[in-house]
């Protein structure tokens, strides 16, 4: 998945500037005629709620790769009232702001892939997957164990994000690695990215063993944080080693437990590595995001989150702790539910 887009959509105005970028992309990525037709309408819908019923009302566009090839993921977020009865909202025809009431039943129907969040006072979040028509049977088709959801964003007023991440499955394990290039720019990217070169070579090894040989790869760059975690689904175990300001937590039945970090910098100094193994279930969720992101949060206070798509659940965390004088990136993983 490459980087997301953020677009404010407050006021009127900002509702055809997200569509054209939508519908562009959809062309960059191959899309017909038709299914730009879905994505233009997907995206004004989603927006014209926003700006009805929302404050900081904002998308977030971003394409993502399956085995079918690429599909364009939309994720609306607000800050606005939020739906005392999300059921009764979707159906057509149900309207609190006198309109015709067939915004979402559309936005639904027209996706590939939809689900959504809202909590009264807090806000709403829609997740929104388009895929072109020939992709149609993908779903069906993926046999990953685990889905994910990211947001990755660069800091306020820059176009590149020091961040990156990646996630490598290998027999009955997978990894997955976030990594934050120290500072921001292209020099932060080019750490970062580092890591995952190395992280991609290396991904039959264990986190600490990655980590190491990483070490020995940035001497050169300005160094990065990063921290890999190896979920075991023979042993139902978590593997992970950190160094630096990444965060990684393992939330399973309302709990959360902390993974444990090291002080120091890949590249440049790292006094101590060591891996740390933690419980998982098939019930768990994996998060893990840079220090673009607060630590503050607590799935807790959203009721009903934790079992929403992964995608939404990283969207929502972004909406509510993120720090816009960082670069950051959020990504959760949960098992794969049967189709």
């Known amino acids: ?46 927006a014209k709620n926003a700006v009805k019923h929302a404050r900081q009302g904002e998308l977030l566009l971003q394409t993502f790769k399956t085995a079918a090839g690429y599909s364009i993921e939309i994720v609306a977020l607000d800050r606005g009232p939020g739906m005392a ?57 993926n046999s990953n164990y685990l889905e994910f959801g990211v947001v990755g964003l660069p800091k306020a007023g820059e176009q590149i994000c020091g961040d990156s991440w990646a996630a490598e499955n290998h027999q009955d394990k997978n990894l997955i690695l976030v990594a934050d290039g120290l500072g921001y720019g292209v020099l932060a990217q080019e750490a970062s990215r580092e890591v995952v070169r190395v992280f991609g070579e290396n991904a039959k090894l264990g986190p600490k063993a990655i980590l190491e040989k990483a070490h020995a790869a940035l001497k050169n760059t300005r160094g990065a944080a990063a921290a890999i975690a190896q979920i075991d689904r023979t042993q139902k175990t978590v593997c992970f080693a950190g160094i630096g300001n990444i965060s990684g937590v393992v939330f399973t039945d309302n709990q959360t437990r902390s993974m444990v970090s090291y002080n120091g910098t890949v590249g440049h100094r790292m006094p101590k590595v060591a891996e740390f193994v933690y419980p998982w279930s098939p019930q768990s969720l994996l998060i893990m995001h840079s220090d673009g992101l607060a630590a503050q949060w607590d799935l807790n206070r959203y009721p009903g989150l934790a079992a929403r798509h992964p995608a939404l659940i990283a969207a929502v965390l972004y909406r509510d702790f993120k720090r816009t004088r960082d670069d950051m990136t959020v990504i959760v993983a949960k098992v794969r539910e049967a189709a």
């Not at 980087?3 to 899309?31: C, H, K, N, Y």
């Open 1 to 46: 998945m490459i980087d997301a887009v953020a677009l404010p959509v407050t006021e009127e105005s900002q509702v055809g500037e997200a569509r054209r970028i939508a519908v562009a992309l959809a062309a960059e990525l191959g899309f017909n005629e038709t299914d730009r037709g879905k994505v233009a309408i997907v995206t004004t819908e989603a």
């Open 85 to 141: 009865n999300v059921g009764l909202c979707l159906r057509d025809g149900f309207s609190t702001a006198g309109t015709p009431g067939t915004g979402l039943g559309a936005i639904k129907r027209l996706s590939s892939f939809f689900d959504i969040h809202s909590v009264p006072k807090l806000g709403t979040a829609l997740l929104m997957r388009l895929s072109p028509t020939e992709n149609s049977r993908e779903a069906s088709q």
